[in-house]
Structures are given as C-alpha cells and as structure tokens.
C-alpha cells in the first residue's frame, strides 16, 4: 500500500482534531500546521472551522498570514470549511474592519449569513462530483457564498427544501471550500475528494 498524502490542519484555533481524524481515517498522513515550518511539511492544507476574526488575528500575530499566503500563491492545495472558507475568500462582507483573509477563492462570502437566530442545523445535499447519496451537511454560525467569479466551479447549493438556491460548496483550481463541517459527520466522501486535490496538484 502507498502511503497518502501528508496534509496538515491548520492548528490555530477551531476543531483542528476532528479534521485530523477524518484525513487519518480518509488515508491521508495528517498532521496539526502551527508555524511555518510546519507548513513546508505538508503538501497540502485544511483550514478548519472555528472562528473566521481570532484565526486572522492569530495568524498575523504569530507570523504565520504571510507564509499561508505565500504556500496558497505557490499552488498549496487548501480546503476550508466554514471559518475556513472566509479564510480563503477574496472578499467577505459583514467581516470585522480588521480581518484578513489568505484569499485566492474567486468569491464573495457572507459571514453568519444564516442569522444569528439560526444558530446551528442539518440538512442533506447533493454535492457534484460525489456519488449519488445525499451528503449530511452541518452548518453552524456559516457563512455562504454570495457570487462567484468565472473560474469558480459551484459543487453545492442548499436545495429548496431548506428555502434556499444558495452556494455552500465551491472549488477553483487546487482550492476548495464548504460553508458546512464535513468533519462533524463521520462521513468522508469530502475529506477523500480533497485528498484526491492534493494527489492531482501534487
Ligand atoms: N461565524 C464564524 C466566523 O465568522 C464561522 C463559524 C464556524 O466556523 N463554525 O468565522
């Protein structure tokens, strides 16, 4: 057996371990990113959940925004899930004044855009590019994508039965990103389509 890619998670705050588990159990070799020097181990990157505004500020105050920025710039395949994927948006609106982004996703990202009121649910989706069973999507406090630019392919939208043609999942080039926590569900078919990202750009 080969062994997989090695994919770090991006350890600076949020639910780092569950992603870790879920590359692990997809067959990948994970390992937690914290410095930049743990950056240049991995061939390619999650960026999980938590919250969008401490990550940035975290990851100025430590060092690590320009590196990130650096490794995204030199073709690093990333995935983000929710906080993960304002992370790597190129604009994002109700952001706090202060909040950076490492950016590179051709899109424009809503923060808690579902209101506050609707904290946290579950719904099932279709994801292109998985097979044909529903995929059990978490959202919490998430953001969505509010438009696209061209290179930007959209993988998932929430159906009508949840009263919304809204984006949640998008790829462009080796960058993909999901307004939902794949991490939280026990299933693996999105952590295996991002480890199948960092087999085919690396
Ligand atoms: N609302 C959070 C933010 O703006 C994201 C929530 C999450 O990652 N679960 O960063």
Avoid: K
């Avoid at 090695?6 to 994970?30: C, K, T, Y």
């Avoid at 710039?73 to 992370?87: F, H, K, L, R």
């Avoid at 994801?127 to 059990?136: S, T, V, W, Y």
């Amino acid at each position: 057996m080969t062994l997989g890619p090695r994919i770090g998670v991006l350890a600076i705050q949020g639910d780092v371990r569950e992603h870790v588990q879920a590359l692990e159990s997809s067959g990948a070799r994970a390992q937690t990113v914290g410095s930049p020097t743990d950056l240049d181990e991995v061939s390619g990157l999650v960026i999980p959940g938590g919250e969008s505004t401490t990550m940035s500020l975290l990851a100025v105050r430590d060092g690590l925004l320009d590196p990130l920025r650096e490794a995204r710039q030199g073709g690093m395949p990333m995935y983000g899930s929710c906080a993960g994927m304002i992370m790597l948006a190129d604009r994002v609106l109700d952001a706090r004044p202060d909040q950076q982004t490492i950016g590179g996703l051709d899109v424009t990202v809503r923060r808690n855009a579902f209101g506050r009121q609707v904290d946290s649910f579950e719904t099932d989706i279709s994801i292109e590019g998985l097979d044909d069973r529903a995929f059990p999507a978490v959202f919490v406090r998430a953001p969505w994508v509010e438009s696209v630019g061209e290179s930007v392919r959209v993988i998932a939208r929430l159906g009508e039965s949840s009263g919304a043609d809204t984006i949640v999942a998008v790829t462009q080039g080796p960058l993909m990103a999901t307004s939902f926590h794949p991490e939280l569900t026990g299933d693996l078919r999105i952590h295996e389509m991002f480890i199948e990202m960092v087999r085919h750009y690396s």
